[in-house]
Nanobody, 120 residues
């Protein structure tokens, strides 16, 4: 079994910064990709940022403000969020595509979510 644990959410003023972390643990043979999603009240969950061996990708709404990075040795992904806006308020979820040893297929795992609130 694989667990993803997020941390780093909280309340921040507009224009401020936060850094989210997500650590994967358990039976992990490899992680092919990691990502951050978010879900605001009344809205669908959306992809915020993605990272794999080929590089990174971002939602247009966060390009130039958010940076995703990964520490492969720690099975951890980070999301540095700068110049935060009220519309960034949401629950942020970590996602990882993990080969967990049951077979060679990568399976999706999700964290429990961490609240980010941007408000003055």
């Amino acid at each position: 079994q694989v667990q993803l644990v997020e941390s780093g959410g909280g309340l921040v003023q507009p224009g401020g910064s936060l850094r989210l972390s997500c650590a994967a643990s358990g039976t992990i043979f490899s992680i092919s990709a990691m990502a951050w999603y978010r879900q605001a009240p009344g809205k669908q969950r959306e992809l915020v940022a993605f990272i794999n061996g080929g590089g990174t990708d971002y939602a247009d709404s966060v390009k130039g403000r958010f940076t995703i990075s990964r520490d492969n040795a720690k099975n951890t992904v980070y999301l540095q969020m700068n110049s935060l806006k009220a519309e960034d308020t949401a629950v942020y979820y970590c996602n990882a595509a993990v080969v967990d040893g049951r077979d060679n297929r990568a399976r999706d795992y999700w964290g429990q979510g961490t609240q980010v609130t941007v408000s003055s």
